[in-house]
């Protein structure tokens, strides 16, 4: 079986949708699907090895992301398709029109798979515009793309849920994205404190991701200085790259922090980012939209217990006995259990050999091999004629 995978976003671009594309392209290979993309190039990346590199422009407004040329992308994806079984979607920008297009004309199956909750996040973006207006809009773009769809892909519960609620009916398929476990068992973390100049007797807590204001990292930080009080060598990092970083700086030296917030930036996962897991004590997180939250199983599988908030699709992670703390939504609350994790090391402990013993049922394999099942369902399900065929109504450039 042959799968093409149509996205706005992927490598060098670092964020959780690239990871989920480049997990499941490895691990559906075992299951006999191979995938090719179409994606953006950023800047000269080569091409081969399954992937078509599409000419792009800077966002305006948010340089990290490209904005893919409208009739180079359609080409590339309809002369892709047409040797493929299943068209999946993975972002609602221009790669979703594209998709929905080359499925239109080629008579292809097309799923999509909704990674991010955008009404909780564009007035982040826009805050010129109301924010009730704006998640209005994307209620109604989400339900209207995914009820164009042959089937729609969500990585928890709660996302099948919400989606529901916007009144989506096209079919939603549970299937989150696994994990590659023994990167996630062989991290160096002296090698990683004495890169850093972090002292090998100070505890650490971790927060990896993107540095972006949805993602909660100033509710982290206070809990922190709270926390710190009682801990007092605390040492909070933060992984990853973001619009939101100079508002963060800005609050920790405002909180008096000095260096106890230690703003990391992006490392490689391949090395870097096992070793700094491997370094930390602790991992917390505190987003209240995210989706999933892959990388609280990262942690897991590094053997890190985690502080988190359960939201979202969190709650299909954060569950008791299973390597975690999931103190209420309040920052005093977070920096108890936070403080309770670190002063109490049979605690720790007992929750480090849960996690992973937990991360083990998110391996990249079982979950790929449930994706592998759902692609050979809907081509079965569309050789025949289905009356939630792909509905095309004002694509651009139509």
């Given at each position: ?46 091409e081969?090895?399954g ?8 966002v ?23 040797n ?17 297009s ?24 826009a ?13 109604r ?7 164009a769809l ?15 609620q ?14 590659p476990?023994d990167?996630?068992t ?8 004495q ?7 100070h ?28 801990v ?9 790259e ?32 096992p070793?700094?897991y ?10 209240r939209?995210?989706?999933q ?18 939201a979202?699709g ?14 209420k939504d309040?920052?005093a ?8 994790v ?52 004002s694509?651009?450039?139509?």
């Amino acid at each position: 079986m042959r799968v093409l995978m149509v996205s706005d976003v992927y490598f060098p671009r670092v964020n959780g949708v690239s990871t989920s594309i480049e997990t499941f392209r490895k691990a559906l290979a075992a299951e006999g699907v191979e995938v090719r993309l179409v994606v953006p190039r950023y800047a000269d990346e080569p091409e081969g090895d399954g992937v078509v590199r599409v000419s792009s422009r800077a966002v305006p407004r948010d340089p990290e992301d490209r904005l893919m040329s409208w009739p180079a992308l359609r080409a590339a994806v309809r002369k892709e398709a047409a040797n493929c079984d299943v068209i999946h979607i993975q972002t609602p920008f221009l790669a979703h029109y594209a998709g929905l297009s080359a499925a239109k004309h080629l008579g292809k199956p097309v799923i999509a798979t909704y990674h991010t909750l955008f009404e909780e996040y564009l007035h982040h973006y826009a805050p010129f515009l109301p924010a009730e207006w704006l998640r209005g809009l994307a209620r109604r773009l989400s339900r209207s793309q995914c009820n164009a769809l042959d089937g729609v892909v969500v990585p928890s519960t709660a996302m099948r849920e919400r989606l529901g609620q916007y009144g989506v009916s096209a079919p939603m398929h549970v299937v989150p994205t696994g994990i590659p476990l023994d990167r996630f068992t062989r991290g160096d973390g002296l090698r990683f404190r004495q890169r850093h100049g972090i002292a090998a007797e100070h505890p650490c807590a971790l927060f990896v991701g993107r540095v972006a204001f949805e993602k909660n990292i100033d509710f982290l930080i206070e809990s922190f200085a709270l926390a710190r009080r009682e801990v007092p060598n605390l040492t909070l990092l933060i992984t990853g790259e973001g619009p939101a970083e100079r508002a963060l700086h800005r609050q920790a030296q405002g909180l008096g922090l000095g260096d106890a917030v230690r703003f990391i930036g992006y490392l490689d996962r391949q090395h870097d980012l096992p070793d700094c897991y491997a370094a930390a004590d602790c991992f917390v997180f505190a987003s209240r939209t995210e989706t999933q939250g892959l990388v609280l199983i990262e942690a897991m599988a590094s053997g890190l217990p985690v502080v988190a908030l359960a939201a979202m699709g969190t709650c299909d992670i954060l569950s008791p006995g299973r390597g975690c703390l999931a103190p209420k939504d309040d920052v005093a609350e977070f920096a108890a259990a936070l403080v309770r994790v670190l002063s109490n090391p049979v605690l720790r402990n007992g929750l480090s050999q849960d996690a992973r013993d937990y991360a083990r049922e998110w391996a990249d394999d079982r979950l790929a091999a449930k994706l592998a099942a759902l692609y050979r369902r809907i081509v079965e399900a569309t050789d025949r004629p289905l009356p939630g065929s792909p509905r095309l109504e004002s694509l651009p450039g139509k």
